[in-house]
């Protein structure tokens, strides 16, 4: 019998809670992590949707930075969601947060608009069968740029990049755990049962 992976969510600020709720209907283990010790025990870490700046300035009081660093250069599967795509880039066209630089892709932060923009439309995503995802987007980012190893997953009808991968991160613009479809979940966690075999 093949062990269910424990998947970390960042739980410092935003939206961890949906996360793991949407983790345990697929019978996965997830994990509230606030400290290096319990990211440590982890086969994979979501960091959610929230406020990224906040989320960045909490890393750092929590001293989480470098251990996240070093959990996804070690090859386990990394997910941020909206506030955490903005983390794990490379570079951002804003000057802040400073972000993990483990992806390689140019960020824009809030790139569709303020609070008052945020909408939600149906997207395909590549690798996910059943028909288009609903894809909800909260003062969402977008990929402005994707560097040669970067995979995009899915655009917008206006050619925004939403959803990148690259070898063991992904990043989603949109938030899939304010949503019931446990799709993009059941891909992110189908990465991590790969990644512990």
Partial sequence: MKRTPVVG????????????????????????????????????????????????TLMDIFDLRGPITDFARSGRPLWGTCAGMILLADRLVEPAPEPLRLMDILVH???????????????????????????????????????????????????????????NLLATAFHPELTPDPRAHAYFLEMARVAAA
């Fill in 9 to 56: 969510v960042l739980a410092l600020q935003g939206d961890f809670a949906e996360h793991a709720a949407l983790l345990r209907s697929l019978d996965a283990a997830p994990r509230e992590v606030r400290t290096a010790a319990q990211l440590a025990g982890a086969d994979a870490l979501i960091i959610p949707g929230g406020e990224s700046t906040t989320m960045a």
């Fill in 109 to 167: 932060r809030n790139a569709f608009g303020r609070q008052v923009d945020s909408f939600e439309t149906d997207i395909d995503f590549a690798g996910i069968d059943g028909g288009p995802l609903h894809a909800v987007f909260i003062r969402a980012p977008w990929v402005a740029e994707v560097g040669p190893q970067v995979e995009v997953l899915a655009a917008l009808d206006n050619g925004a990049v939403v959803a990148v991968r690259q070898a």
